[in-house]
């Protein structure tokens, strides 16, 4: 990929240098020389192998006065590829001519003896004439890393493949690929949930706010007016659990109905709550996962509980609060009074 970036951005700088050229009101005069330019060109390695890289290297110093036209470097290699290249270094030298260097990185996969081809140069003089240098070829010999012998050399065939064998039984992989089986989907399905619950948004609101939003909405689906008795129990348990959970700092959700029974016999629910909702919850068990199908109007009258149920726990709540910011308040003035007296 980065091959083919770097022949793009070449056949691009030649095409730029090409239009330049034709741009000109003439054809530059071919010189072999001239005053305040100096170019010079060089490579790393004189002798190399076979797939080595080399650096082939343009040298351009001018005078300040004197325009230079980039040369089509790249455009004609020979027989060398670019594996990389850095254009056009441009430096301001100390008596204020100007240095341009290109690097680039080449290669070949072939012997024999070989000249990186010279390049044109383009100048523009202050009178507006332009001038073009040719740069000096530069020999490099590819050697073979088989040496002076490598026609003549017999190469002998690859021997086949040594299999080493197993110490480890087959049923020792046959065992790990079932375990993985049944732990991966476990694994995966637990990041999920916690993924879902990291990202799921905090809801500010009171927990009766949410509870009485979710009964109002419950209510407005009219599930129980078609029929969908077993949906209709699984989203009220859910607000009534939800809304407990919220309240008392539990995990109601995941709970079963002997496992909530186990946990809020121990909690001082408002009024007889406690004895109501175990029985809401045990008839919400039968019609959920016994098919059951409740009386006619059995479902308004269990969402009217649950409501009643989040109004009871909610003022109990606020009273509590109040009777509390009271009694903080007391305790302050009287640590007040002492501090005065």
Same mark, same amino acid.
């Given at each position: 990929?980065?091959?083919?970036?770097?022949?793009?951005?070449?056949?691009?700088?030649?095409?730029?240098?090409?239009?330049?050229?034709?741009?000109?009101?003439?054809?530059?005069?071919?010189?072999?020389?001239?005053?305040?330019?100096?170019?010079?060109?060089?490579?790393?390695?004189?002798?190399?192998?076979?797939?080595? +890289?080399?650096?082939?290297?343009?040298? &351009?110093?001018?005078?300040? @006065?004197?325009?230079? $036209?980039? *040369? %089509? #470097?790249?455009?004609?290699?020979?027989?060398?590829?670019?594996?990389?290249?850095?254009?056009?270094?441009?430096?301001?030298?100390?008596?204020?001519?100007? +240095?341009?260097?290109?690097?680039?990185? &080449?290669?070949?996969?072939? @012997?024999?003896?070989? $000249?990186? *081809? %010279? #390049?044109?140069?383009?100048?523009?003089?202050?009178?507006?004439?332009?001038?073009?240098?040719?740069?000096?070829?530069?020999?490099?010999?590819?050697?073979?890393?088989?040496?002076?012998?490598?026609?003549?050399?017999?190469?002998?065939?690859?021997?086949?493949?040594?299999?080493?064998?197993?110490?480890?039984?087959?049923?020792?992989?046959?065992?790990?690929?079932?375990?993985?089986?049944?732990?991966?989907?476990?694994?995966?399905?637990?990041?999920?949930?916690?993924?879902?619950?990291?990202?799921?948004?905090?809801?500010?609101?009171?927990?009766?706010?949410?509870?009485?939003?979710?009964?109002?909405?419950?209510?407005?689906?009219?599930?129980?007016?078609?029929?969908?008795?077993?949906?209709?129990?699984?989203?009220?348990?859910?607000?009534?659990?939800?809304?407990?959970?919220?309240?008392?700092?539990?995990?109601?959700?995941?709970?079963?109905?002997?496992?909530?029974?186990?946990?809020?016999?121990?909690?001082?629910?408002?009024?007889?709550?406690?004895?109501?909702?175990?029985?809401?919850?045990?008839?919400?068990?039968?019609?959920?996962?016994?098919?059951?199908?409740?009386?006619?109007?059995?479902?308004?009258?269990?969402?009217?509980?649950?409501?009643?149920?989040?109004?009871?726990?909610?003022?109990?709540?606020?009273?509590?609060?109040?009777?509390?910011?009271?009694?903080?308040?007391?305790?302050?003035?009287?640590?007040?009074?002492?501090?005065?007296?």
């Amino acid at each position: 990929m980065r091959y083919a970036l770097v022949r793009l951005s070449i056949s691009l700088a030649t095409l730029l240098a090409l239009t330049d050229i034709r741009g000109m009101a003439q054809e530059p005069d071919t010189v072999t020389s001239l005053p305040g330019v100096t170019v010079e060109t060089s490579v790393s390695q004189a002798e190399i192998y076979v797939g080595d +890289r080399i650096t082939y290297s343009v040298s &351009i110093t001018y005078d300040s @006065t004197i325009e230079l $036209v980039p *040369p %089509p #470097l790249g455009a004609n290699l020979g027989a060398f590829e670019v594996k990389d290249y850095q254009p056009d270094i441009e430096t301001t030298l100390d008596d204020g001519r100007k +240095r341009s260097e290109t690097v680039f990185t &080449i290669s070949t996969f072939t @012997t024999g003896d070989y $000249v990186v *081809p %010279p #390049l044109p140069v383009i100048f523009l003089l202050p009178d507006s004439t332009s001038r073009l240098i040719m740069t000096e070829g530069i020999p490099v010999k590819v050697k073979s890393l088989l040496g002076d012998n490598a026609d003549t050399l017999d190469i002998k065939p690859l021997k086949s493949q040594y299999e080493f064998e197993s110490e480890i039984p087959v049923w020792y992989y046959w065992g790990c690929a079932a375990l993985l089986l049944i732990v991966l989907p476990l694994i995966v399905w637990l990041l999920l949930r916690r993924r879902r619950a990291a990202i799921a948004p905090v809801d500010t609101r009171t927990p009766w706010e949410i509870a009485f939003e979710e009964l109002a909405l419950l209510q407005q689906q009219n599930l129980v007016g078609a029929g969908a008795h077993k949906q209709y129990y699984f989203v009220l348990t859910d607000i009534a659990r939800a809304f407990l959970g919220r309240m008392y700092r539990l995990d109601v959700l995941e709970m079963t109905t002997s496992e909530f029974d186990a946990a809020f016999c121990q909690i001082a629910l408002p009024g007889e709550w406690f004895d109501r909702l175990m029985s809401f919850f045990q008839h919400a068990d039968l019609v959920k996962f016994a098919r059951a199908t409740p009386e006619p109007g059995r479902g308004d009258q269990d969402l009217n509980l649950v409501h009643d149920l989040v109004a009871d726990i909610r003022d109990e709540h606020l009273r509590k609060v109040e009777a509390e910011a009271r009694l903080t308040n007391g305790k302050n003035r009287r640590a007040e009074k002492e501090k005065a007296a």
